[in-house]
């Protein structure tokens, strides 16, 4: 078994017992952490396969973006003004492009969505789209840890249930066993654009496989008007009767999640998705992260797309949470440091199902990580700031230095191990000016 010795002049575990190791220590064995300590602690006769000296550096657990869609880096910039959680903004913006892309368009997008992750720290992430064959193979070259929703849109129509449901099982037998990738299920929208027929061929196929949901929850009311009129109660309660709610689901945005839900999920395998920078550039609204937080029900951080975002970086996730926050509450403190660290870490890995494996730097887990340069610009005075608040309000994602997943490097000293990130963006220019062609021929017509 191969061990690893890793210095660094802080180790942050965010674990329960918030430990920090000053001029810590890390042992990796093979993928998992073995040890975890001072350095004054460690014995000078002991041997480890390599040593690896961070120096002047932070570790701390990767974050996991809780809710991307990893091709749409194609697309970014063409949303500019617009609001795709609206039917006409997201049909003039984004679906008119999706009707002239072409599979083989898929995976640079795909590519230059993984370095940008790995670039700012992200170790795990949490994706739902469509043409899942072309996504997969490159985020398993990339070394990522994510969990890979199959996109379902049915709109009722039976041909169009079935080929998807179809599509999405066979991607399910294909990804099963990957050490790194786990396959869920993603329907768009339930009862907005995946009907109730098709939500019992995919609680049938979650059942088979034993998998859980990536959705888009309340972007609106859509979904508890339609339960209301229909069946009396809202969306959450229709989900429960219905047994979706013992299912782990991912539950995008939840902007409109109601009071009257709250305790209906929190004991359940239910996570609603922070988004804010989607929630402010579409427009949209934000979830009752206070309420939720305090009625107990998990709340994990993402990114959302980059078209309406722009940015994969989790850091500047935190900074808006924790600012949105205080503004919205007119408290400065209404949302701890440590609980916007939680939403970007454990709270994501609770969400899909892996907090005993990741979230948290802790013996026996993955050798899932990250390396800050602490002689970057904003962490001075360390007599004055906090840890937490400086990783949450004064640092960024290009603070990242290294980046280690299942342990293994994906980043080392500001160099990428698993991406040739320049060629991924070459291959993007061109697949995009392939389809804005397409889509000029297409108008000339």
Known sequence: MSATLIKSAVVLCLDATDQIFENGYLVVENNRITEIGYQKDLSASRKFDQTVDLGYRLVMPGLVNAH??????????????????????????????????TPDMIPSGVAVSCAEMIRTGTTCFVDQYFWMDQIFPVVRESGLRAVLAYGIVELGEEEARKREVAAASKFLDEISGDPLLDGWIGPHAFFVDNSEAAMQMEKELAEKHHTGFHIHYATGQSENKYCQEKYGHSAIKQLEAMGFLEYPIVAAHSIGILEEDYAVV??????????????MRNAAGLAPLLALREAGVNVALGTDNVTNNNSYDMFKEMALTGKLMALLHRDPAVIPTRYILEMATINGAKAIGKEKEIGSLEKGKKADLIALDLDETGWAPFGGQDYYAALVYAVGGYHVKDVMVNGRWL???????????????????????????????????
Do not use: C
């Open 411 to 445: 980043y080392r000293d500001n160099r990428y191990l698993t991406i040739d990130y320049m060629q991924a963006k070459k291959d993007l220019e061109a697949k995009h000016a392939e389809l804005m062609t397409r889509i000029l021929i297409k108008g000339k017509k």
């Open 68 to 101: 991307t869609h990893s091709p749409m880096t194609l697309f970014r910039g063409h949303v500019e003004g617009h609001s795709i959680f609206t039917l006409k903004g997201w049909y003039n913006t984004i679906r008119v492009l999706e009707l002239d892309m």
């Open 266 to 279: 929190k004991d359940k395998p239910f996570t609603p998705v922070f988004a804010p920078s989607s929630g």
